[in-house]
């Protein structure tokens, strides 16, 4: 991809020579203002791209969610994380109500654990 740059430049080039064939870039009360919004809606645009670019929206791991569904090991349970349901597996048994921690995404399935046991391994592992 060129240079971020190159977008908001493109699009204020088009403005001013549109205002010069229609006469209105001798007129600065229409020029400034228009060069102006343009500018600052083309620098937004490129922002929000470069920023969102890299980022990766499916990406579960380390998310909280809520059984709603009891899991048992080599059973499929439902989870709610970030108002999706999930079908969840787990290692162990986890009730309905409880909290769990995403571990793992496999397929269209999530691995859990208990939130707490999760924290606790993320603590052991630290020290």
């Known amino acids: 991809m060129s240079h971020p740059a190159v977008i908001p430049v493109i699009a204020i080039l ?13 007129d600065p009360i229409v020029s400034l203002p228009s060069l102006a919004l343009i500018g600052f809606l083309s620098y937004r645009i490129v922002y929000v791209i470069l920023k969102t670019r890299h980022r990766d929206i499916y990406s579960y791991v380390g998310k909280i969610g809520q059984v709603e569904e009891d899991i048992i ?3 499929v349970g439902y989870v709610l994380v970030e108002g999706e349901l999930w079908e969840a597996i787990s290692d162990e048994v986890i009730h309905k109500g409880e909290t769990v921690t995403v571990i793992e995404r496999q397929g269209l399935k999530l691995k859990v654990k208990r939130a707490d046991a999760f924290e606790g391994n993320k603590t052991r592992q630290a020290n």
């Open 73 to 75: 090991p080599g059973k």
């Open 14 to 26: 088009i403005l001013i020579i549109a205002l010069v064939i229609t006469g209105y870039i001798y």
